[in-house]
């Protein structure tokens, strides 16, 4: 049964707005959702959420239409799947994807959801999710890649109440407490979510009283509306009524298996655009699988349409009729229960690519390559057994950068996250409060691929470890390159080095759990490059020539784009000249993507260039899936 909203019934009147009112209403919003975020921040303990910024708020109207935020509103699934009641003074918690129609996509990301009433009446909601370095499960960080089932990844938390009428549920906290590793970052992380939600509706009261409930609402609606016309014509403009198709992969599972292939068709119906995922793999035996909510899905098409074409656009729910989201029932993108989730960063990255490559063919020139189209994750724990030290428990969970892709604009810039609002964790931080010593952060040169529009470099951190524990890593692009585009070559692949305190070295798996580590051992954590936009060869030789004085090009890898030059700088006219006449007559016409070898030919040489085995064909959890 769908959830009941206990609340005077008197319907809001529709009134004209003015727009200045709505200019203020809008900018009051898009303050509170910032509000949001410096409450989390200020408040919560992992460094995941208090450095990173690895969380996602969102302000609803009051029928759960997402009015400002990030990810989408997920508020419709979960009232139709919440059977209970809604009133004044609750607040919703949980954390199960499978319980809201994957509006989390794995057990980490710990939800919670405020409806905001005044006068008896639901105005709004306010909502915040972010993700915690620890829910239990079989291994520390609760992401295990090899799981074969979500219940090896932790707690799972229902739609609950964890406040009902203004009585706090203490003993439903206290359970879930029990379970984590880190109780106290994750109460501490819990409480600043609470904050952050009862600021936003602060905010909204606020507003409310200032205009009117009515104005508010109906500001609110206008909103929504403006989205609506602005997508309508964004889709007329870039979406053609011809199919197209477009398929990108991600390289492994894990436990020895991949690629596996994520496939979308789009075209338009009159107003309307329908991407359908039909050709993608089917679900992962391992926790690669990734719970895409149609909703979520329909946001990230938006914001992208909303990027490229026109970022002043205040992007919301209001586009969502003209959309149609199809994904086939147990694939990677839609798996049944109880698949294992936990490692699913790395499909929901590459869903940014595959828009990419899709909205691209009809309009190249706005078209991106392959872009940091994952979250590399590291965890480091064990207990702390440095001279001085008590031999406590410690837990790092840190979320990697890479290269983003080469753009019409411009160059992808190098070491940055594919989401805008993440940030860095601090090295003075990893070496204040974690047993480690980092050695090395910079830019790894050449990753990026050569173009026009150079893709942006991945990063080289190593980690010196100053006690003995475990690690796991979890990233992808290691096997299948990142795509260049209109010309632009494939950005490098990414590679995880251990370095023993012997001086010995080992080409260690990009996805891996609770690999041992010594003291004095040391991780290069390499993470890969974007795909570099147009033409090499159409470069400014001196803007190569100062990338190789700033470290971001090699001598040897600024001949990728024609440039003959020293380690100083120096370019040498004559040489450049002739080595581009060559490569241009050697070459065939550059193509729309570049998707570097095939996967028959990587399989082949992947030993010798990666010092990994070859991921074989996966095998699907039953026969019928694999037909």
Same mark, same amino acid.
């Given at each position: ?14 009134v ?31 460094p ?26 997920? #508020?419709?699934?979960?009232?139709? @799947? ?12 949980l ?29 709004? &909601? ?11 499960g ?18 799972? #938390? ?7 009428k ?76 011809? $199919? ?8 492994d ?8 292939r994520?496939?979308?068709t789009?075209?338009?119906e009159g ?40 970022p ?38 590459r ?44 837990q ?7 290269? #983003?892709?080469?753009? $019409? ?10 989401? $805008? @609002? ?16 980092i ?23 190593? &980690? ?26 494939? @950005?490098?692949?990414a ?28 991780l290069?954590? #390499? ?6 936009? @147009? ?32 380690q ?29 070898p ?16 070859? $991921? ?12």
């Amino acid at each position: 049964m769908p959830a009941t909203i206990v609340q005077d019934e008197k319907p809001f009147e529709r009134v004209e707005i003015d727009p200045v009112t709505l200019d203020i209403i809008e900018n009051a919003l898009r303050n509170a959702r910032l509000e949001m975020d410096a409450t989390l921040v200020r408040t919560a303990m992992s460094p995941g959420i208090r450095e990173q910024g690895d969380a996602f708020p969102m302000i609803a109207d009051h029928t759960g239409k997402m009015i400002v935020g990030q990810f989408g509103s997920f #508020i419709d699934g979960f009232l139709r @799947g919440f059977d209970g009641t809604l009133e004044d003074g609750d607040m919703i918690f949980l954390s199960d994807p499978y319980s809201c129609e994957g509006a989390v996509s794995h057990s980490n990301d710990w939800l919670v959801l405020l409806p905001v009433f005044k006068d008896g009446r639901l105005l709004a &909601y306010t909502a915040m999710f972010g993700h915690q370095s620890d829910i239990g499960g079989k291994v520390a960080g609760s992401m295990p890649i090899d799981a074969r089932s979500i219940f090896e990844e932790g707690v799972r #938390i229902p739609p609950v109440k964890i406040w009902r009428k203004g009585e706090y549920n203490e003993d439903l906290i206290r359970l879930v407490m029990h379970q984590t590793r880190k109780p106290d970052w994750c109460q501490a992380d819990l409480n600043a979510l609470i904050a952050s939600c009862r600021v936003a509706a602060r905010r909204v009261i606020e507003m409310a009283e200032r205009f009117g409930d009515d104005v508010y609402v109906s500001a609110t609606q206008e909103l929504l509306a403006r989205n609506h016309r602005a997508m309508k014509a964004l889709i007329a403009q870039a979406v053609a009524e011809e $199919p197209v198709t477009f398929e990108d992969y991600l390289c492994d599972d894990g436990v020895g298996y991949g690629p596996y292939r994520i496939r979308c068709t789009m075209w338009r119906e009159g107003e309307r655009v329908i991407l359908d995922f039909d050709g993608t793999d089917p679900q992962s035996a391992a926790s690669i699988n990734f719970y895409l909510n149609e909703n979520m899905f329909k946001m990230f098409f938006g914001i992208y349409m909303i990027m490229v074409f026109d970022p002043q656009i205040l992007f919301n729910d209001g586009f969502y009729d003209l959309i149609d989201v199809r994904i086939p029932e147990g694939s990677l993108l839609k798996p049944k229960f109880p698949a294992a989730l936990s490692g699913r960063t790395h499909a929901l990255g590459r869903i940014f690519d595959i828009l990419g490559g899709l909205l691209g063919q009809k309009t190249p020139a706005f078209m991106n390559a392959a872009g940091f189209s994952s979250s590399p994750h590291l965890f480091y724990s064990g207990n702390d057994n440095r001279p001085g030290q008590k031999g406590d428990w410690f837990q790092l969970f840190q979320i990697g950068f890479g290269g #983003i892709p080469g753009r $019409p604009m411009g160059d992808g810039p190098d070491g940055h996250s594919l989401w $805008p @609002g993440f940030t860095n964790v601090p090295n003075e931080f990893l070496e204040r409060y974690f047993p480690m010593i980092i050695e090395r952060y910079e830019t790894e040169p050449d990753s990026g691929g050569a173009g026009l529009h150079r893709g942006g470099n991945g990063i080289h951190m190593t &980690y010196r470890f100053l006690s003995d524990g475990v690690i796991s890593i979890h990233d992808d692009r290691w096997f299948i390159p990142p795509w260049g585009v209109n010309g632009g070559e494939p @950005g490098y692949r990414a590679r995880k080095i251990l370095e023993k305190a012997d001086g010995t070295t080992i080409t260690v798996a990009n996805k891996l759990e609770e690999m041992a580590v010594e003291t004095g051992d040391q991780l290069h954590f #390499i993470t890969w490059g974007g795909g570099g936009w @147009g033409d090499p060869l159409e470069r400014d030789p001196e803007l190569v020539a100062k990338e190789i004085t700033q470290g971001l090009v090699t001598v040897e890898g600024a001949k990728a784009y024609g440039v003959v030059a020293d380690q100083a700088g120096m370019v040498d006219e004559a040489a450049t000249a002739s080595l581009r006449d060559r490569m241009r007559d050697e070459r065939d016409e550059p193509a729309l993507f570049d998707f570097g070898p095939g996967i028959d030919s990587l399989r082949e040489r992947c030993e010798a260039e990666t010092g990994l085995p070859a $991921p074989q064909q996966p095998v699907w959890p039953d026969a019928e899936a694999a037909e």
